[in-house]
Nanobody, 122 residues
Framework: QVQLQESGPGLVQPSQTLSLSCTVS??????????WSWVRQLPGKELEWLGA???????FYVPSLKSRTSISRDTSKNQFTLQLASVTPEDTARYYC??????????????WGQGTQVTVSS
């Protein structure tokens, strides 16, 4: 069974960088064809995909946030990290990490973390 656990501060000040980590157990993040995503849900809104890092280390970002988003990984810890710079209160959301199976013929999310609430406020 694959498990994902988000960790990071629940409160971030405006203009600072939000940094969250996702620790994975049960599957190496270097195993293909799996991609490791960050997704958020703003209050009253649908899920919004922010970006992902693939098993080979390649990264993908949603265009609207690409200039502020960075996803990296630490394979020794089996962990991947989201950094979102210059946050505003509009970035207040519940943030999830997820494991996606992805090939040229099929894509599906297989496992999710429980999510972590992040509030941007002074």
């Amino acid at each position: 069974q694959v498990q994902l656990q988000e960790s990071g501060p629940g409160l971030v000040q405006p203009s600072q960088t939000l940094s969250l980590s996702c620790t994975v157990s049960g599957r190496s993040i270097t195993t293909g064809p799996y991609y490791w995503s960050w997704v958020r849900q703003l209050p009253g809104k649908e899920l919004e995909w922010l970006g992902a890092i693939g098993y080979a280390g390649d990264t993908f970002y949603v265009p609207s946030l690409k200039s502020r988003t960075s996803i990296s990984r630490d394979t020794s810890k089996n962990q991947f990290t989201l950094q979102l710079a210059s946050v505003t209160p509009e970035d207040t959301a519940r943030y999830y990490c997820a494991c996606e199976f992805r090939t040229t013929r099929d894509r599906k999310y297989e496992f999710w973390g429980q999510g972590t609430q992040v509030t941007v406020s002074s």
